[in-house]
């Protein structure tokens, strides 16, 4: 059989089930916190940069507006972010924090210490596999 059609040859799979096993171990913490996984890269952006451009957000965590703009609407109506018009430019949406957007911050620190002590890798080797990825992310993009 050609090495090609097997599942174990294939780079593919392991990122598939690594990012899945990924997600599921924020799983707990997110469940407790009542925000999904992408809604906490959202917050993680806005914490670090708040007030941004939907069109910035949307570049950074690498979603198109068609997945984006339904999911800040629910974060929204869930009193976790604020939307406005840019008063620059009124066909810019500006999205930042809402005070439980803001108070989601110092509960979610505890995230990391479960995500560290889950990988079973060394912070050498987390740093190496995220530059990897990156680097692959990078010739992957448009």
Known sequence: MDTYFKLEDQLCFPLYAASRLITKCY???L???EITYPQYIVLMVLWET???NL???GNKLRLQSNTLTPLIKRMQE???VKRARSEKDERSIIISL???G???QQQAHRLHSQIKENLGINAQEAHDL???LNKLILNLSP
């Open 55 to 57: 069109s910035i957000l």
């Open 102 to 104: 803001m108070d989601l």
């Open 31 to 33: 469940d407790d916190l």
């Open 78 to 80: 869930q009193g976790l």
């Open 50 to 52: 708040d007030n941004i």
């Open 98 to 100: 809402a005070k439980k």
């Open 27 to 29: 799983q707990p913490v």
């Open 130 to 132: 995220k530059n990897l």
